[in-house]
Nanobody, 124 residues
Framework: QGQLVESGGGLVQPGGSLTLSCTAS????????IGWFRQAPGKEREGVSY????????GYVDSVKGRFTISRDNAKNTAYLQMNSLKPEDTAVYYC?????????????????WGQGTQVTVSS
């Protein structure tokens, strides 16, 4: 049974930066699309970014374009989400998830392995 573990969350001031990590165990991330999702209190979970397991293409929700960067290191079996210029509205629990092949952010239901989440709080 594969598992994902997120790390790197924390408290940061507006305008600050954080890098989240998502490390897989029990399976190789090769050919898996990795997605980052977030859920703020009282809101539905939304897709933030993905990186394809097929062609390494990436996608971002409009609200984070130009501020967040997704990457992967298959040798370390880890994906990253570099978050810059953080805003209070980025406050949420961030989850990584994987699905074999290519899937974007619109089909959360297809992601079949999820991490436990890491809290990101942006506040002064």
């Amino acid at each position: 049974q594969g598992q994902l573990v997120e790390s790197g969350g924390g408290l940061v001031q507006p305008g600050g930066s954080l890098t989240l990590s998502c490390t897989a165990s029990g399976y190789s991330l090769d050919y898996y699309t990795i997605g980052w999702f977030r859920q703020a209190p009282g809101k539905e979970r939304e897709g933030v970014s993905y990186i394809s397991g097929v062609d390494r293409s990436t996608g971002y929700v409009d609200s984070v374009k130009g501020r967040f960067t997704i990457s992967r290191d298959n040798a370390k079996n880890t994906a990253y989400l570099q978050m810059n210029s953080l805003k209070p509205e980025d406050t949420a629990v961030y989850y990584c998830a994987t699905v074999f092949g290519y899937v974007g952010l619109s089909r959360q239901d297809l992601y079949d392995t999820w991490g436990q989440g890491t809290q990101v709080t942006v506040s002064s």
